[in-house]
């Protein structure tokens, strides 16, 4: 008898919890290429986010929030799979014409979402894979209006040769963008397709998810709002997102749903420093894109949810991407997904000061390398390559300038509450966390591998395929005339 009243209590939690018959909407705002330091209440210099300051001060400020890898589409496939990317298969930034993509085997945020009846839809940048079956229709989404990956992917960057134009989606229907008048205007259009998603559903529970394209070069802002910081063209083009964050939350209010809407804004990983005066700021922290340091994971993150969330307030508790999916099936009251996932659900992190339940967040880069752990504010760093400006200052008006490597030759710790810029190795000073930490890691090495050490995981997944023959027609589509035998810029 006690086991059924705590099954029944289980499965009223969420509408407990929220005091209403509905369960609450949820919004992801996600950008692209965003310091952590590219926002006014992260210490923003040369333009102003009031939008985003006002969230914050009405909601949350996370000052250790994590991407779950330092790049586009890994990135991505941790936040709505709720799974370390490289345990799906996918690694890096996928290109046009990718063989391969998210498997529609895996379960998304989106599908966790329509089990329990909500309206979906994703307006912006995609990044899982351009073929059909890879598509957000096809992983869950009712809509989908965007581009299917980078606005800079080889062909299509802006300087190279016979630069067509970038392949745009409005549900499944493969359109094209002409340079650059439309782009220009991208980041308007995903705008009004959210607002206009709210006003439609706001009579029942819905997801949405907003990965804009931009921050990411080659970078395109409206007239309206060009020209208008000190920080140039990049300055102007976070402005113009922080509008969009203003145009979502007053649809939300002005629908009557505030008190029962949870918003997220955050980033999918740091800033790419070689493009210099088109690139974000890391503020204190060390490195950017394309790193384990943390300014390539570390991400400006807000979340608002009146009288859930409380207003005004911040923590520096970590939190991954991961824990979104997890979190979020919790508040709906969904299933989690048969497969395994990595992300838990970290609601008290949220809502109050609970703790993370992680006993170390793996952070990996490139084809399955274990560069770091990370454990409350100890990070563990493992020997690895990674690249870097060294000092050097990046590129102009969006050409960039040339990164060097370098390599760490043991491993490091660093305490990040009193040295959140990763310039002191105190792991002489800690042998009992060292000890914790590298325990940690060979937990991560034995369930996912790491190429470096030259250990294979027990439970890695294929991502999903294309055959031949899709392929093939997948690159026909790309490339009418035969793919061209150039190199990227």
């Not at 086991?3 to 369960?23: T, V």
């Not at 894109?289 to 400006?300: A, L, V």
């Not at 490139?366 to 409350?376: F, P, S, V, Y």
């Not at 026909?476 to 990227?488: A, L, S, Y």
């Amino acid at each position: 008898m006690k086991n059924l009243i705590l099954i029944f209590q289980l499965c009223l939690f969420p509408f407990l919890l929220f005091g209403e018959d509905r369960p609450p909407n949820i919004v992801i705002i996600f950008t692209d290429d965003q310091g952590y330091e590219d926002v006014g209440v992260f210490g923003a210099k040369g333009f102003e986010t009031p939008n985003l300051d006002q969230m914050a001060a009405e909601g949350r400020k996370f000052t250790q929030w994590y991407a779950s890898q330092a790049v586009c589409s890994a990135s991505r496939t941790g936040l709505l799979t709720g799974c370390y990317s490289n345990r799906l298969g996918i690694h890096g930034a996928l290109g046009p014409g990718s063989a391969h993509g998210i498997n529609p085997d895996e379960t998304t945020l989106a599908e966790v979402c329509k089990s329990v009846g909500y309206a979906t839809a994703c307006f912006g940048k995609w990044h899982l894979g351009d073929h059909d079956k890879f598509l957000p229709l096809q992983n869950g989404f009712d809509e989908y209006f965007g581009i299917p990956y980078s606005n800079d992917m080889w062909p299509f960057h802006p300087t190279s040769k016979n630069f067509p134009p970038l392949p745009i989606f409005d549900g499944n229907e493969r359109q094209c963008l002409a340079e650059p008048e439309d782009q220009r205007m991208l980041t308007t259009r995903i705008t009004n397709k959210a607002v206009d998603f709210i006003c439609r559903n706001r009579k029942n529970p819905f997801f949405l998810y907003v990965p804009h394209p931009q921050p990411h070069v080659p970078l395109y802002v409206s007239e309206r709002f060009a020209g208008k910081t000190e920080r140039g063209i990049y300055g102007d083009v976070i402005e113009e997102i922080d509008w969009s964050v203003g145009e979502i939350l007053n649809a939300i209010k002005t629908s009557g749903i505030d008190d029962n809407t949870l918003v997220i804004f955050t980033s999918d990983n740091g800033p790419w420093l070689s493009y210099g005066t088109h690139s974000g700021s890391p503020g204190p922290l060390r490195e950017g894109k394309g790193t384990s340091w943390e300014g390539g994971i570390r991400e400006p993150c807000i979340m608002r949810w009146p009288g859930k969330i409380p207003e005004g307030t911040v923590t520096d508790t970590p939190g991954m991407n991961i824990d979104l999916l997890p979190t979020i099936a919790g508040l709906i009251g969904a299933d989690l997904p048969e497969r395994k996932i990595d992300g838990l659900d970290i609601w008290p992190v949220l809502s109050g000061d609970g703790e993370n339940p992680h006993d170390g967040y793996w952070i990996y880069y490139k084809r399955n390398e274990l560069q770091a752990i990370i454990a409350d504010d100890w990070k563990l760093v493992l020997p690895h390559q990674y690249r870097t400006m060294a000092g050097k200052p990046g590129g102009t008006d969006g050409t960039p300038n040339p990164y060097g490597g370098e390599t760490t030759g043991k491993p490091e710790l660093y305490q990040l509450k009193d040295d959140i810029g990763e310039m002191k190795d105190v792991s002489a000073d800690h042998p009992e966390v060292m000890k914790r930490l590298l325990a940690v890691a060979e937990k991560a090495r034995a369930e996912l591998g790491d190429r470096l050490t030259k250990v294979e995981g027990s439970g890695n997944r294929a991502p999903g395929q294309l055959t031949e023959e899709e392929r093939l027609a997948l690159q026909k589509i790309h490339w009418p005339d035969g793919r061209p035998n150039q190199k990227k810029k």
